[in-house]
Structures are given as C-alpha cells and as structure tokens.
C-alpha cells in the first residue's frame, strides 16, 4: 500500500518492558503500535522486554494494526540482540534511532535480511538531532526497506537548544525539510509527540499543524490521544463528498473531451483530481481499518 494510502493517523509508542500496555495495545483504536526497546526501558531490563515483545507479537491479537518495534542504536550493547529479535517476529517494520546518514540505513537493512527478516519488513527512521534533519534528504534516498520518518521533536529541541511552544516556530524549519525530503523520496512521516497531556487544546492545534504540513500522523504517548490524532488526520465527510464529486466531474469532462472542469467556483486541474483519488482512497482504507477492528 502505497505510504500516504495506508492509515497511519496515530501511532503509539508503548514500553516493551511493561506486559499490561502490550495487552491493552490489542484493543486500542491506534493506527500503528511502536513497541519500544530504546527510550522507555531501562537499561537493566531491556533484555527482558526484547522477550516480551517477541512473546506478545507471537501471541497475535493486533488485528490489522501497524506493528513497529523501536530498536536501540546498532553499535550500542543492544542493538544486534534487538534486531535478531524483531526481524523474524512478525511485526511490520523496525524503528531505527537517532538516524544520521543513510550508512546506517543500509547497516540495518544488511543486518535485517542476516537476521531472517522477510522482504516486506520496513525500516522506519527517527529523525531526531540536527545533523539528522541537516542530512535528511541523504537518508530518504537510502532506498531499500525504507518507508517512513518519525520525527523526535524532544530530543530535537533539546539539542537546538530550543523551546516548546504551543505554535512550535522553533521547531517548523526542521519539520519542513524532513517533509520535503520524504516526499521527494515517496516515503511516510509522522510527527512527533506532544508533551502535555494536560493540554487538549495545544495537541488539537499540533496536530492540525501537522496535518497542514502534510505528514501522515501522530507520534503519541498516552491512549486518551488517540481519537483527536485519527479525527485531525483523517479526511472529514467534506472533504472526501468534494473529492469524489471533483473526480466524478473530471471524468465527464474528459469523456467529453474537454480539459477543463469548475467544481463549486473552482477550476479542477490533473494535480487536483489526483489528491481526490488519494483522499478518498484514504478515507476507505480508514473505514477498511475500523471495520476489521470492530
């Protein structure tokens, strides 16, 4: 499925060390599940929440949610042991940290396929410190298994030395090339975490922010965020009635050969029907999702 096509509204990042989140992922309305390895678990217990992961992905029960496991770093104490893991486990894609070059893409991709993983298997990037966005561009054209960016807009921010504000200027430079550079690559990118879960209406306003930058979705970390994410990145009934009407009156014009079509006062070009087709194609992949939960 092409990576603007697949949902991927929400996604959140769950411990690996914590049994009952990895339970209670199985019946979250989540788009996608990052089952983490790195920063949320402690050093001492890594070991066993790599086990816990493989275990619960085993066990099944996701239904059709995306399952990405967050590897830590392949030349920190962990890494090689992580991806031996997760590359045979079932789960869709691994989550490569701190990505600063596409060497290390490649360095994964190689270990990947050593490891057993099979040949649908993605490898997702975080982008998250300044060399990272700096060489972003570099890293969308590893090619291979790559798919998607997530940005890590915390650590991003504290190595800028920048603040967390509600309307985030410090961090849309960034956030723009990365949406550059994996569109140019023809590659997914979800936005990172908002911070407060106090503040409902500063994540309505990320997440809009978000949307009108053009990723695909959220980075969350905590459940209760989850239906705001796939409301603010989900086309509205609006959007997709006006898109099959553009796509309906775009046919009948070309049918009767003309190359121009107006819509509700508005000139409807090639550019214009084909951001239709991918929202409505959004849209029944979305109820496509919801249903099979159901």
Not at 229 to 254: G, M, T, V, Y
Request: one cysteine or more; proline letters at 4%; glycine letters at 8%.
């Amino acid at each position: 499925m092409p990576a603007s096509i697949r949902p991927r509204r929400s996604v959140l990042y769950m411990p690996g060390s914590n049994a009952r989140a990895l339970e209670k992922g199985r019946a979250l309305p989540a788009d996608g599940l990052i089952l983490d390895l790195e920063d949320a678990v402690a050093p001492d217990a890594k070991a066993a929440a790599r086990d816990q992961i493989g275990t619960a992905i085993k066990a099944g029960g996701y239904g059709q949610r995306e399952l990405i496991i967050r590897v830590n770093a392949l030349d920190s104490e962990w890494g090689e042991a992580d991806v031996a893991m997760a590359a045979p486990s079932g789960a869709d894609a691994i989550l490569l940290p701190k990505v600063e070059s596409a060497d290390q893409v490649r360095a994964l991709d190689k270990l990947m396929t050593a490891k057993g993983a099979p040949a649908a298997m993605a490898i997702w990037c975080m982008i998250e410190t300044p060399l990272g966005v700096l060489r972003s561009a570099e890293i969308a054209a590893a090619g291979g298994r790559l798919a998607c960016f997530v940005m890590g807009t915390s650590d991003l921010a504290k190595d800028l030395q920048a603040s967390h504000t509600r309307e985030r200027l410090p961090m849309l430079t960034s956030l723009g090339l990365c949406v550059l550079a994996a569109r140019a690559y023809g590659l997914a990118i979800l936005d990172g975490v908002h911070l407060d879960l106090n503040d409902d209406a500063g994540f309505a306003e990320s997440c809009q922010q978000g949307r009108e930058l053009g990723f695909d979705g959220k980075t969350l970390i905590h459940p209760k965020t989850i239906e705001a994410a796939n409301r603010a990145f989900a086309p509205s009934e609006a959007e997709l009635d006006f898109s099959r009407r553009i796509i309906q009156a775009h046919a009948e014009a070309a049918a009767a050969g003309k190359g121009v079509v107006v819509v509700d006062g508005r000139l409807i070009e090639n550019l214009h029907v084909e951001n239709a087709r991918r929202l409505v194609a959004l849209g029944e992949a979305i109820a496509a999702l919801e249903q099979g939960a159901s």
